[in-house]
């Protein structure tokens, strides 16, 4: 068939499909997406999702407390926690030398009466703010679960709590407010502290700290529901970047009944709201 004869008995429509002889469309060739300039090469991306999704952390996918009792433990956590004496002295010299190599190239002088210790106590201070690692949650809870015929709102507030973003290394400090719903099993009010404290003490985002709380608390009482919401101020965001110093994030997360019952998660919020 000719090149003439061939117009002839076709058409393209206008969004670009070809209409045959009997008045049917062919669809036009699909073309490859095109990956974002934004969206890297390596295989931890989903090609073709809207925003080029990312796969997600593996820090709340895996159950909240390890059969050795650590929860979520990162990769590094066992060999921190079994080191001997000289391992850890070890560790501290190695931070302190990357402080000291992170001083001389941000242009000060390291040999000079203000600085002399810094790399070391800056050491010792960042293995405190990460000591979450090391906890281990049994010891953490230890015996403060109690048989309790009870089966209403149990709630402590204003747990202050200190962290490190992890995209910055910077402080982001708050309260936690933490309630749950027993089922029949009570824990230890200072312990609600303690596992803010834990999961605090590493670096986090506060959206991921939030549910952590709240999934090793589910996982620890079995309760009817739980609730935490955290109220921060981040110092990424305030001494850094937008430096907006009135901003303040809030984040919650609700399991059990506090998800399924409007009337249990008002609750809840009004009396949070209460001074």
């Given amino acids: 068939m000719s090149e003439s004869t061939s117009n002839k008995n076709s058409h393209t429509s206008h969004d670009g499909e070809k209409e045959d002889i009997n008045g049917t469309f062919s669809p036009r060739p699909v073309l490859p997406i095109?990956?974002?300039?934004?969206s890297g090469t390596g295989s931890d991306f989903y090609v073709g999702t809207p925003l080029q999704t990312r796969v997600a952390s593996p820090c709340t996918l895996n159950p909240p407390i390890d059969s050795d009792g650590l929860s979520w433990p990162s990769r590094g956590a066992r060999g921190r926690i079994d080191q001997t004496p000289e391992e850890a002295l070890a560790r501290e010299a190695r931070i302190a030398?990357?402080?000291?190599?992170?001083?001389?190239?941000?242009?000060?002088?390291?040999?000079?009466e203000g600085l002399l210790e810094t790399p070391e106590r800056y050491a010792r201070a960042m293995l405190f703010f990460t000591k979450g690692y090391e906890d281990n949650i049994r010891d953490v809870i230890k015996r403060a679960v109690f048989e309790e015929d009870h089966d209403e709102m149990v709630i402590v507030r204003d747990i202050e709590i200190y962290s490190l973003c992890e995209h910055h290394l910077v402080p982001f400090f708050g309260k936690a407010h933490i309630a749950y719903i027993p089922n029949k099993r009570v824990l230890g009010l200072s312990k609600l502290a303690r596992l803010a404290e834990m999961y605090a003490r590493r670096f986090q985002v506060q959206e991921r700290l939030t549910k952590q709380i709240a999934m090793a608390l589910s996982e620890i009482l079995r309760p009817r529901g739980v609730a935490v919401v955290i109220e921060a101020t981040h110092m990424c965001m305030v001494s850094r970047g937008v430096q907006k110093?009135?901003?303040?994030?809030?984040?919650?997360?609700?399991?059990?009944?506090?998800?399924?019952?409007?009337?249990?998660?008002e609750e809840f919020l009004t009396l949070l709201g209460r001074k």
């Fill in 245 to 265: 110093t009135g901003s303040s994030t809030t984040t919650s997360c609700m399991l059990g009944c506090f998800r399924d019952q409007q009337k249990t998660r």
């Fill in 34 to 38: 095109k990956r974002s300039k934004l």
């Fill in 97 to 112: 030398g990357a402080v000291k190599v992170i001083l001389e190239e941000v242009g000060e002088d390291v040999d000079r």
